[in-house]
């Protein structure tokens, strides 16, 4: 009976290289956190030409050797180049189960994964705590700014009237004057984009939802996900900062002493050091490493020499009667 050309233990040579591939691609991701290229093409797409080239190196070595092992002619020759392609095999799978492969980094990470949650929720807490401390420190600049407003009129110094930009002549109220620039403090502090409630497109609703996918793929610990994480709320964080800032530096009339509004936020390099320091294969990843290398060479082993293949390693009787 002829042997199938493609059987069950080709799907699962196939099917192991492939998921070695996906696990190596995961860990280069977390292993290059820090770089926007790798292997001089964007993050992802080196991340993911790495992988591929590690699998097919894998599967292309496993999977010729079985095709070398069923040759039907020239079996000297297929015969050294399937134990050529065999030790080919072992090489590689001896580099790609070191520290320095991206296969074990992935099982590294994912063995502080409990650590990596908790530093990043405080991360993601302190960004979202920002907006309130924020609101906070514009309630008080528009009471300190109201009680001197309130304390200039009382005094009625002609000097300082003036400059806090009240009009004696215009016949207006000096209470009216005061519910004015009160509504032109909080109109800059609180700019139209900073919170529409509505539309949901102010700076503080589009932070708040981001962050709260932020938080839900961390603590779902989404492998892909998590590192976009990491990488994009430290720039996140601090572009919103910089807005907030900027809305704390417009001064009214007799306000030249109001404070910058001041936010300290985590740092964000000890989380990434969880991903880009590479250390010793944990027994978790030597043990699927040695599953996937087994699972591809079972093909191989399966596979039957072709009986034709037997009389070439020998020599037979009358070739060696004189």
Known sequence: MNQSKFSLADVLTVLAALAFGFVCFLGANFSYINDNKVWGMSHT???????????????????????????????KTSFV?????????????V????????????????????????????SITQAENMFAEYESYAETRENLYKHKLQS?????????????????????????????KMFTIHADLFPTNYSDTISQNGIKEVAAKWLQEAKNITISW????????VNDI??????WLDTLVKLSQIREPCEQQANVFEYNLLSYKDVKTHFS?????????IGFATMAYVLMLLSWYVTKR?????????????EVVL
């Not at 180049?81 to 799978?93: N, P, Y």
């Not at 430290?234 to 572009?239: A, M, R």
């Open 277 to 285: 320091k590479l250390d010793s294969p944990t027994l978790l990843s």
């Open 222 to 229: 989404k492998p892909i996900g998590i590192v976009g994480v």
């Open 152 to 180: 200039v009129v009382t005094a009625k110094n002609p000097l300082e009237y003036d400059s806090c930009g009240f009009n004696r002549i215009s016949g207006v109220s000096d209470a009216s004057q005061i519910d004015t």
């Open 45 to 75: 797409t080196g991340c993911l030409v790495m992988a591929v080239t590690i699998a097919f190196l894998l599967f292309i070595t496993a999977f010729g050797a079985k095709l070398l092992k069923r040759t039907s002619r020239n079996f």
């Open 306 to 318: 072709n009986s034709r293949s037997t009389g070439s390693f020998t020599t037979a009787t009358y």
């Open 95 to 122: 580099i790609f189960t070191t520290k320095i492969s991206p296969f074990p980094h992935y099982f590294t990470v994912t063995s502080q994964k409990s650590e990596i949650i908790n530093k990043l929720q405080a």
């Open 81 to 93: 180049w399937e134990i050529v392609l065999l030790v080919l095999f072992v090489i590689f799978a």
């Open 234 to 239: 430290e720039e996140k964080s601090n572009e």
